[in-house]
């Protein structure tokens, strides 16, 4: 499974980027209005400006390209980039928060993956612009408590969240990768009840992931969700933590300084292995970090993705990225070969 990687494609990507700091060049890649001369409001209509292929998970819809929720609220996987999570938090503004919610729904983006703590952003929207775009809600106990897991904790977020009205619920990532990690008495208990209880309120429940060990202590434990929400992606890329350095459950553990360890820059330690995984699984995947959180460029990204079994992708995007992912998306699902079946 060797990465597609090309120089000229990551620079030209890069390109974009850079040039997305200027309105003008913004707005002539969104065919939108510089800002000083904004057109008014108008109300959501999805796909008038395409649309894209989709899958199901349970009875919900999904395009295979999903909105990542991180890059909307301004939280950056920023490395040693100091700045780049001021400048997210200044840019994204309500207004443009809510015009990129449109902006999904416009180009056939019909889904966002996001924490619960992120749902009033969507549901402000909703209100406002009268969108449609569907929730794939992650649930977790409160930041800080995960060391000692309580069930009753979790089922109240649960409780909570559905209240909010998502449409798909998962378990987060970081918080089943605490769970297995610490293997303390109860743990997978809680993640078997938060599973049947999400059932038992009418929603298909998935379990998120960043270590494949999660996922084979599901099997382990015969713990069966309705979809895994987990990393995925190439090492092909500067930042990569080398293969011989790679601790187990270190994607949210403490960064180093030095450079051949771990420092908010590997998501997915073990490519080879989770498709692999996967591959024997019949229920669907949604990868996240496809893109290394920014190291990989889209076309690479979606390749090796969806050839290695991947169901749908989930990827943060500013606004000046959409039309380009878009497209990259389109021209990867075009005649693409894969072992493993559909299975969403």
């Known amino acids: 499974m060797k990465p597609s990687i090309n120089r000229r494609t990551f620079l030209a990507r890069g390109a974009v980027a850079s040039a997305g700091f200027y309105s003008m060049t913004v707005a002539d890649t969104l065919g939108a209005t510089p800002a000083k001369e904004q057109a008014p409001l108008s109300p959501v209509i999805p ?17 295979r390209l999903i909105a990542g929720g991180n890059l909307l609220s301004g939280w950056c996987h920023q490395r040693d980039l100091l700045f780049v999570a001021k400048l997210a938090a200044a ?38 612009r009268g969108g449609k775009i569907r929730a794939v809600v992650s649930v ?24 909010k009205g998502p449409d798909l619920l998962y378990l987060h990532g970081g918080y089943s990768d605490r769970l297995v990690q610490r293997a303390k008495p109860g743990s997978m208990e809680i993640m078997a009840k938060a599973l049947a209880y999400m059932r038992e309120q009418g929603f298909s429940a998935g379990v998120g992931a960043h270590a494949l060990e999660v996922l084979r202590a599901c099997d382990k434990d015969a713990i069966k969700p309705d979809f895994f929400v987990k990393t995925f992606h190439h090492d092909g890329y500067w930042s990569a933590t080398p293969r011989d350095r790679r601790k187990p459950f270190c994607v949210d553990g403490p960064r180093s300084l030095d450079h051949n360890e771990f420092h908010d ?35 690479s990204a979606f390749q090796y993705a969806f050839e290695n079994g991947v169901d749908f992708v989930a990827v943060g995007m500013f606004d000046f990225e959409v039309n380009d992912d878009v497209q990259a998306l389109r021209k990867t699902l075009d005649g693409l070969q894969r ?3 559909w299975c969403g």
């Open 91 to 128: 840019y994204l503004t309500e207004r443009k928060q809510f015009d990129t919610l449109q902006l999904f729904e416009e180009v056939g983006i019909n889904s966002i993956v996001i924490d619960l703590m992120q749902l009033d952003i969507l549901n402000r929207y909703k209100k406002e």
């Open 140 to 163: 977790r106990e409160d930041w800080g408590d995960w060391d000692n897991p309580s069930w009753k904790a979790l089922q109240t977020q649960i409780r909570q969240t559905i209240d």
């Open 339 to 341: 072992e493993r079946p």
């Open 265 to 299: 820059n590997i998501f997915c330690l073990d490519p080879e292995g989770t498709a692999e995984f996967m591959l024997e699984q019949t229920v669907p995947w949604i990868a996240f970090k496809v893109l290394a959180a920014g190291a990989i460029p889209p076309a």
């Open 47 to 63: 796909n008038h400006r395409g649309s894209l292929p989709v899958g199901k998970i349970g009875k919900t819809t999904l395009s």
